[in-house]
């Protein structure tokens, strides 16, 4: 059983919960009992009261004894007796029905319309009787007076069928192309007949003729609605001899009496779709008016809603118990629900133990759980892109956040993460699969995220040379376990920060990696019977002074330098690759430079500027400079100038030209290693030998 409470007004569900399914045993069903709280709260108010597939009509006999529906799939009827809150019987079908009339009082005498144009009778021992009409039919109504048969459908005609002859009469012709409903008033015996074009053509069965038409497509424009198309009349329903009530196809409800061609009230569903159904409750002046979507119950007299039902699956038809709360709906769904509201009405007869169990709800004060909506928070708001919604009725207001329609936020969330829902499977079943390979025996278990800086911590924790420090408890922490498993903080080794800041483990040999990975292994396999003594050397460790520690700085000092000389080296080999790709394109692009000679210039006036400007003075040279400034400082006016000399820069071509030559002249040059051996010599010697001419 679940309570809703839309509107203050306390509706129960008994349809709702979890179905036991009929093989378990009594220990396990009594063990769900005991665990699971929705099965202890469900309540099976008639047996087997479902469908296999689909639900489509449900009506009450008049003796108020037994429960009809019809459904699918196979074609099928079910008769419910609610005496003994079971099923009496079940009867299948060819072809599935459309709607259904009870003739008697019981179920001994029914009529079934069915989709292939078939028409059965049905008695208490089964099919009786069978035939055919000429066009598709779409609602039947039993005449009790004249015992005549009306059969509406894809046709301007009423079939009549009398019962008591067993013949076709002739049929009344009306004015439409198509008619969907018809209704017999219970007092006065007059036909109602809804057309496709939005009238309702009222026959008088006892002068075979017409005696009004209403125009209800005509008053629904009236109301300022913008209609596509013209309303169709999709449902009727009479109450007493002068009151009586029009669905339509676009979602609207009008109340007429017969003594006028204008309704009283006009009601709006605001959802666009048909309505299938329309009752009136005997003692209140209440209207139940159902559409696929919803079920409203409103006032008759001034249209304000009391409370209303919100369907799981789309509603078909729906039966209301005369003179009770209660209310039969079936849909597209196996379960044919059943709901029951105490401010319309006490529980039926066979059924009356329901008020006390609602009676001890009210007094136990369940928490009331909202199943259609979902609590979310500003930043979800945020992030789901409904900010904008804030003080419309699409969202409530509750503590720290906002309650809003389950459907409206699952569409938000699919619109805004779409593969949300796969990445998520993903990530589940990778994690299902890492905690069974968790139970097996592992010989190595690496990180899967930064496994050299593991390496690294790996080899300080085995290297006893150097000074024993926290560094190798790292991979033991739990405080640093994401370090190693959350991929997010995987170290980038191609950083240009990493390689200045890490040069020690960014240059990590892929030798030395193998070593420890090796090394890594060994230890694992091998037992630690060494820890008790680490233990207790570990105060007189502490105390050992280590001079390596000045080495390793001037190792780290050397790698900082290699690395930071590599990266000026990689930016300047892009720079000149880059400026010679752009010479190439200017060159390919212009062709090559010609100068024009303009008349009376002579030659020595088109001297290059670079020439002109090695004779020019310091101060003229630095004007033509893009990069200097002058700044005067002191009173004195002291000035400081700054000013950059341009280097020439070299090409590849030319800084390949001058190693070719100086390869091709190189085994020219003379050795100078004699003159250097002189003058050994003449050290040695004080004294030089005489020179002989």
Same mark, same amino acid.
């Given at each position: 059983?679940?309570?809703?409470?839309?509107?203050?007004?306390?509706?129960?569900?008994?349809?709702?919960?979890?179905?036991?399914?009929?093989?378990?045993?009594?220990?396990?069903?009594?063990?769900?009992?005991?665990?699971?709280?929705?099965?202890?709260?469900?309540?099976?108010?008639?047996?087997?009261?479902?469908?296999?597939?689909?639900?489509?009509?449900?009506?009450?006999?008049?003796?108020?004894?037994?429960?009809?529906?019809?459904?699918?799939?196979?074609?099928?009827?079910?008769?419910?007796?609610?005496?003994?809150?079971?099923?009496?019987?079940?009867?299948?079908?060819?072809?599935?029905?459309?709607?259904?009339?009870?003739?008697?009082?019981?179920?001994?005498?029914?009529?079934?319309?069915?989709?292939?144009?078939?028409?059965?009778?049905?008695?208490?021992?089964?099919?009786?009787?069978?035939?055919?009409?000429?066009?598709?039919?779409?609602?039947?109504?039993?005449?009790?007076?004249?015992?005549?048969?009306?059969?509406?459908?894809?046709?301007?005609?009423?079939?009549?069928?009398?019962?008591?002859?067993?013949?076709?009469?002739?049929?009344?012709?009306?004015?439409?192309?198509?008619?969907?409903?018809?209704?017999?008033?219970?007092?006065?015996?007059?036909?109602? *007949? !809804? &057309?496709?074009? @939005?009238? #309702?053509?009222?026959? %008088?069965? +006892?002068?075979?003729?017409?005696?009004? /038409?209403? =125009?209800?497509?005509?008053?629904?424009?009236?109301?300022?609605?913008?209609?596509?198309?013209?309303?169709?009349?999709?449902?009727?329903?009479?109450?007493?001899?002068?009151?009586?009530? *029009? !669905? &339509?196809?676009? @979602?609207? #409800?009008?109340?007429? %009496?017969? +003594?006028?061609?204008?309704?009283?009230? /006009?009601? =709006?569903?605001?959802?666009?779709?048909?309505?299938?159904?329309?009752?009136?409750?005997?003692?209140?002046?209440?209207?139940?008016?159902?559409?696929?979507?919803?079920?409203?119950?409103?006032?008759?007299?001034?249209?304000?809603?009391?409370?209303?039902?919100?369907?799981?699956?789309?509603?078909?038809?729906?039966?209301?118990?005369?003179?009770?709360?209660?209310?039969?709906?079936?849909?597209?769904?196996?379960?044919?629900?059943?709901?029951?509201?105490?401010?319309?009405?006490?529980?039926?007869?066979?059924?009356?133990?329901?008020?006390?169990?609602?009676?001890?709800?009210?007094?136990?004060?369940?928490?009331?759980?909202?199943?259609?909506?979902?609590?979310?928070?500003?930043?979800?708001?945020?992030?789901?892109?409904?900010?904008?919604?804030?003080?419309?009725?699409?969202?409530?207001?509750?503590?720290?956040?906002?309650?809003?329609?389950?459907?409206?936020?699952?569409?938000?969330?699919?619109?805004?993460?779409?593969?949300?829902?796969?990445?998520?499977?993903?990530?589940?079943?990778?994690?299902?699969?890492?905690?069974?390979?968790?139970?097996?025996?592992?010989?190595?278990?690496?990180?899967?995220?930064?496994?050299?800086?593991?390496?690294?911590?790996?080899?300080?924790?085995?290297?006893?040379?150097?000074?024993?420090?926290?560094?190798?408890?790292?991979?033991?922490?739990?405080?640093?376990?994401?370090?190693?498993?959350?991929?997010?903080?995987?170290?980038?080794?191609?950083?240009?920060?990493?390689?200045?800041?890490?040069?020690?483990?960014?240059?990590?040999?892929?030798?030395?990696?193998?070593?420890?990975?090796?090394?890594?292994?060994?230890?694992?396999?091998?037992?630690?019977?060494?820890?008790?003594?680490?233990?207790?050397?570990?105060?007189?460790?502490?105390?050992?002074?280590?001079?390596?520690?000045?080495?390793?700085?001037?190792?780290?000092?050397?790698?900082?330098?290699?690395?930071?000389?590599?990266?000026?080296?990689?930016?300047?080999?892009?720079?000149?690759?880059?400026?010679?790709?752009?010479?190439?394109?200017?060159?390919?692009?212009?062709?090559?430079?010609?100068?024009?000679?303009?008349?009376?210039?002579?030659?020595?006036?088109?001297?290059?500027?670079?020439?002109?400007?090695?004779?020019?003075?310091?101060?003229?040279?630095?004007?033509?400079?893009?990069?200097?400034?002058?700044?005067?400082?002191?009173?004195?006016?002291?000035?400081?100038?700054?000013?950059?000399?341009?280097?020439?820069?070299?090409?590849?071509?030319?800084?390949?030209?001058?190693?070719?030559?100086?390869?091709?002249?190189?085994?020219?040059?003379?050795?100078?290693?004699?003159?250097?051996?002189?003058?050994?010599?003449?050290?040695?010697?004080?004294?030089?030998?005489?020179?002989?001419?």
């Amino acid at each position: 059983m679940q309570v809703s409470c839309p509107n203050d007004v306390k509706i129960y569900n008994l349809s709702a919960g979890k179905s036991l399914p009929e093989w378990l045993s009594e220990r396990k069903r009594r063990a769900l009992l005991k665990k699971n709280v929705d099965i202890r709260r469900r309540i099976e108010l008639i047996q087997d009261f479902d469908m296999p597939a689909v639900s489509t009509c449900i009506k009450v006999t008049k003796d108020e004894r037994y429960i009809i529906a019809t459904g699918i799939y196979k074609p099928r009827m079910k008769c419910y007796d609610v005496k003994n809150l079971s099923l009496k019987f079940e009867r299948c079908f060819d072809s599935e029905v459309v709607t259904f009339d009870i003739l008697s009082d019981d179920y001994s005498k029914l009529v079934f319309l069915q989709c292939d144009r078939n028409i059965e009778f049905h008695v208490a021992h089964g099919r009786y009787y069978r035939f055919r009409i000429p066009r598709f039919g779409r609602d039947i109504k039993y005449h009790y007076p004249s015992c005549d048969l009306f059969v509406v459908g894809d046709s301007n005609e009423i079939y009549r069928i009398n019962l008591e002859r067993g013949q076709f009469l002739q049929s009344f012709f009306t004015e439409a192309s198509s008619l969907n409903k018809c209704e017999i008033n219970p007092i006065h015996q007059l036909l109602a *007949v !809804g &057309t496709e074009d @939005g009238k #309702i053509e009222a026959w %008088d069965p +006892r002068t075979k003729s017409k005696v009004g /038409t209403l =125009d209800c497509a005509l008053h629904c424009v009236e109301q300022g609605n913008k209609l596509e198309a013209i309303p169709a009349v999709t449902s009727l329903k009479f109450q007493g001899g002068l009151t009586f009530g *029009v !669905g &339509t196809s676009t @979602g609207q #409800i009008l109340l007429y %009496d017969i +003594r006028s061609n204008k309704p009283f009230l /006009t009601k =709006d569903h605001m959802y666009g779709l048909p309505i299938k159904n329309i009752e009136f409750h005997q003692k209140m002046d209440m209207v139940y008016s159902m559409d696929s979507s919803i079920v409203k119950i409103w006032d008759r007299n001034n249209g304000k809603l009391y409370t209303s039902i919100e369907a799981q699956s789309d509603f078909n038809d729906m039966c209301v118990i005369p003179n009770t709360g209660m209310l039969l709906i079936a849909n597209e769904n196996t379960k044919m629900q059943t709901y029951y509201i105490p401010s319309l009405g006490p529980a039926p007869s066979w059924c009356s133990f329901l008020d006390n169990l609602t009676e001890e709800m009210e007094e136990l004060n369940y928490e009331i759980i909202y199943d259609d909506y979902k609590f979310v928070t500003e930043k979800e708001l945020d992030e789901l892109g409904l900010l904008h919604l804030k003080g419309t009725n699409l969202l409530r207001a509750y503590m720290h956040g906002y309650f809003m329609d389950i459907r409206l936020y699952r569409k938000a969330r699919d619109v805004m993460k779409p593969f949300e829902f796969q990445e998520y499977k993903k990530k589940r079943i990778q994690q299902k699969i890492e905690e069974t390979r968790g139970s097996r025996i592992q010989i190595e278990r690496m990180p899967s995220v930064n496994k050299e800086l593991a390496l690294k911590l790996m080899d300080d924790e085995t290297n006893t040379k150097k000074k024993k420090t926290n560094s190798s408890a790292l991979l033991k922490d739990e405080r640093f376990k994401q370090l190693f498993t959350n991929p997010d903080f995987q170290v980038d080794t191609n950083s240009e920060e990493y390689s200045l800041l890490n040069p020690v483990v960014s240059q990590l040999h892929k030798s030395k990696t193998a070593k420890l990975k090796t090394k890594a292994m060994e230890q694992t396999m091998e037992v630690d019977h060494t820890n008790d003594e680490n233990q207790d050397n570990s105060s007189d460790e502490s105390f050992i002074h280590d001079d390596s520690s000045s080495e390793d700085e001037k190792v780290w000092v050397k790698e900082v330098k290699k690395q930071y000389r590599l990266m000026k080296k990689n930016e300047r080999q892009k720079q000149e690759d880059d400026e010679d790709v752009e010479s190439a394109d200017e060159q390919a692009e212009n062709g090559p430079r010609l100068y024009e000679i303009k008349d009376n210039v002579e030659f020595k006036d088109a001297k290059p500027i670079a020439k002109r400007q090695n004779k020019a003075s310091l101060g003229e040279r630095l004007r033509h400079q893009e990069a200097h400034s002058v700044a005067v400082s002191g009173s004195r006016g002291n000035r400081e100038m700054t000013f950059v000399i341009e280097k020439k820069k070299q090409t590849r071509r030319a800084k390949f030209r001058i190693q070719r030559h100086d390869k091709g002249y190189k085994h020219l040059l003379r050795p100078a290693g004699n003159l250097f051996k002189k003058k050994q010599y003449s050290r040695s010697f004080p004294f030089s030998p005489p020179f002989h001419g």
